[in-house]
Antibody
Framework: DVQLVESGGGLVQPGGSLRLSCAAS????????MSWVRQAPGKGLEWVANIRQDGSDKYYVDSVRGRFTISRDNAKNALYLQMDSLRVEDTAVYYC?????????WGQGTLVTVSS | EIVMTQSPATLSVSPGERATLSCRAS??????LAWYRQKPGQAPRLFIY???TRATGIPARFSGGGSGTEFTLTISSLQSEDFAVYYC?????????FGQGTKVEVK
């Protein structure tokens, strides 16, 4: 079975940084695009960023471009999201997702709260 | 970016009845559309992709239709586990975008 397990969420002050990790198993990690999708409390879903199999291409939604960096380590079957200059509006559950253009596997999510 | 609009926001249906959810795209997305179901406190789950193909393990009471800018998700006979929020998502152009969701509640 495919398992995606996120970690690294927590409470951070506005302007701070946080690094999320996602440990993947049960899939050929190096052969698949991966994404981060977020969901603000009580709100809908928003695609944040995705990354090609070998890390050579990365795409970001406008609201995070220049502040967030997606990366991966295929040797460790791991996906990362470095989040800098965090804003209150970045508060959300962040999901690691296998990106088949649609998402066919989701992690359980990790909560990021940006508040003073 | 492509804006996805779902209607209605809330659908009240009795168990065993039929439910039809709508999703409209601000420009054509072809058949590059997916549907997800999300229960409270859980991650979304893929139900439909390519507008009408059921994902692995999804029962036949779920059917998707449409192309271009107009799409539907039909649940032929609602079961207790089907009362949840449903999202549509286009993946024709980056950024992939989701609708705001339709909550299916017990009437």
């Amino acid at each position: 079975d495919v398992q995606l397990v996120e970690s690294g969420g927590g409470l951070v002050q506005p302007g701070g940084s946080l690094r999320l990790s996602c440990a993947a198993s049960g899939l050929t990690f190096s052969s698949t695009w991966m994404s981060w999708v977020r969901q603000a409390p009580g709100k809908g879903l928003e695609w944040v960023a995705n990354i090609r199999q070998d890390g050579s291409d990365k795409y970001y939604v406008d609201s995070v471009r220049g502040r967030f960096t997606i990366s991966r380590d295929n040797a460790k079957n791991a996906l990362y999201l470095q989040m800098d200059s965090l804003r209150v509006e970045d508060t959300a559950v962040y999901y690691c997702a296998r990106d088949n253009s649609y998402v066919d596997h989701w992690g359980q999510g990790t909560l990021v709260t940006v508040s003073s | 970016e492509i804006v996805m609009t779902q209607s209605p926001a809330t659908l009240s249906v009795s168990p065993g009845e039929r439910a039809t959810l709508s999703c409209r795209a601000s420009q054509s997305v072809g058949s590059n559309l997916a549907w997800y179901r999300q229960k409270p406190g859980q991650a979304p789950r893929l139900f439909i992709y390519s507008a009408s193909t059921r994902a692995t393990g999804i029962p036949a009471r779920f059917s998707g239709g449409g192309s271009g800018t107009e799409f539907t998700l039909t649940i032929s006979s609602l079961q207790s586990e089907d009362f949840a929020v449903y999202y549509c998502q286009q993946y024709n152009k980056w950024p992939q975008t989701f609708g705001q969701g339709t909550k299916v509640e017990v009437k």
